[in-house]
């Protein structure tokens, strides 16, 4: 097997474009008047409004403290509002106000922007490939869990391990 420079691996070029693409978006969105966290949490609260918060954390891959207190300044702002869980009276359910929408059309504008940018010179068929080929791998490590977890210490607080199923 032909061994690939680290900067040349599937995962480098993977990671390092996604960077990329990001710090871009940051360069067109810095007349929004959001941060990176903050854009974030809207486009992911655009696709699941009414989540909860710990749910919400979980897509965004913090910690349930962290994304309260980014839904505090939120809340203070009038990007979002929480409302009480019928199902949960412990639990509040987000949504986007009606300031945040057309922020949020302009934020798909800029991302078809930086899409266009980056995808510039690819045939149509090498995009619907990479597209493919990139919804099989997040599909791949979505539902799968590792045949063998080797039992090591952790740092992860025992509230995130029993979210996360890993063992106490």
């Given at each position: 097997?032909?061994?690939?420079?680290?900067?040349?691996?599937?995962?480098?070029?993977?990671?390092?474009?996604?960077r990329?693409?990001?710090?871009?978006?940051?360069?067109?969105?810095?007349?929004?008047g959001?941060?990176?966290?903050?854009?974030?949490?809207?486009?992911?609260?655009?696709?699941?409004?009414?989540?909860?918060q710990?749910?919400l954390a979980?897509?965004?891959?913090?910690?349930?403290?962290?994304?309260?207190?980014?839904?505090?300044?939120?809340?203070?702002?009038?990007?979002?509002?929480?409302?009480?869980?019928?199902?949960?009276?412990?639990?509040r359910?987000?949504?986007?106000?009606?300031?945040?929408?057309?922020?949020?059309?302009?934020?798909?504008?800029?991302?078809?922007?930086?899409?266009?940018?980056?995808?510039?010179g690819?045939?149509?068929?090498?995009?619907?490939?990479?597209?493919?080929?990139?919804?099989?791998?997040?599909?791949?490590?979505?539902?799968?869990?590792?045949?063998?977890?080797?039992?090591?210490?952790?740092?992860?607080?025992?509230?995130?391990?029993?979210?996360?199923?890993?063992?106490?």
């Amino acid at each position: 097997m032909e061994k690939v420079p680290p900067a040349d691996s599937f995962g480098f070029l993977l990671s390092d474009a996604a960077r990329l693409m990001r710090r871009r978006f940051d360069q067109k969105a810095r007349d929004l008047g959001l941060t990176r966290a903050q854009w974030q949490l809207l486009a992911r609260l655009a696709r699941n409004e009414g989540a909860n918060q710990s749910s919400l954390a979980d897509l965004l891959d913090v910690e349930p403290i962290t994304l309260c207190r980014l839904v505090d300044r939120m809340e203070e702002g009038g990007w979002v509002s929480r409302r009480p869980d019928p199902a949960d009276r412990r639990a509040r359910l987000l949504f986007m106000t009606d300031k945040a929408r057309p922020v949020l059309a302009r934020m798909r504008a800029l991302a078809e922007e930086v899409h266009a940018e980056g995808l510039e010179g690819l045939d149509p068929g090498v995009r619907a490939i990479m597209a493919e080929g990139l919804a099989r791998l997040r599909a791949n490590l979505s539902d799968r869990q590792p045949e063998h977890q080797p039992e090591l210490p952790s740092p992860l607080p025992d509230q995130r391990r029993r979210r996360e199923g890993l063992p106490q």
